[in-house]
């Protein structure tokens, strides 16, 4: 009778024999991915003072019929969806945005109650996940354009020059990259499927490819939020730059 209650005890949402306060660590993921949404999703509807001298918004980039000649919303709708899901659909946030959100599951070792059973992502809707590898391809497309931008933030048109902006940008870039760089699609892609390296063509240069993957791998949570807090900052600056907030100080 009394192995019957403790079974019944642990399968009630929330319970759990841990005793550390384990629902601290969902906090933050809660407040912060709130607080970017948010901000985002203003930013993208705002439809101005994304652009300012030689700096581009990363919300707005590529800058898609910013005169509105067939598009009359926000310029920046157009490509929302690309980098927005590739942050849904990511292994990390995945697990970020699950417990923080949804509590599935609230926690390793936590009980999310006796009829909310996890299946993975085997059935609909978390199927769609699966998308994530094809999102890597679109996001490898963006930055593309992210790093032409960050190049053009040094040109002003006196010549090259550096403001605070160009740097902002820079970095944002760099950190973008290496988030992407760090993806487990790209580790997957370069040697996910091989057994043997040097069984394969040009297996030596593979196989150093896939280590420095998973070297920036091991560290995709570090990377992922650095991006996002650098994407939201690097835009907030354009903004306020080009809002006349603040003033841009020339470095160089």
Known sequence: MADSSAVKELTR????????????????????FSAFIIYATWRAFEGKFYEVGPYLSPFYSPLIDPEHHWWRFSPAIL???????FRVTCYYYRKAYYRAFVM???????SEGEHRGYRGEASFPLILQNVHRYFFFIVAVFLCFLWYDAVVAFKFPEGFG??????????????LTTYSASCHSLRHLVGG????????????????AWRFVTIL????????????FSVALTDLYIRLVASGVLKDIRLL
């Open 193 to 208: 499927k091989v057994d043997c390296f040097s069984c394969v063509t040009l297996g030596a240069p593979r196989h150093s």
């Open 217 to 228: 791998n091991e560290h995709h949570m570090l990377w992922a939020w650095l991006s996002l």
């Open 13 to 32: 949402f929330g319970s759990t024999q841990r005793r550390d306060a384990w629902w601290i660590e969902i906090i933050p993921a809660l407040v912060i």
């Open 79 to 85: 490509i929302l969806g690309g980098p927005a899901g």
């Open 162 to 175: 550096i403001g605070v902006g160009s740097v902002i940008m820079l970095v944002n870039v760099l950190f």
């Open 104 to 110: 599935h599951p609230p926690s390793c070792a936590v």
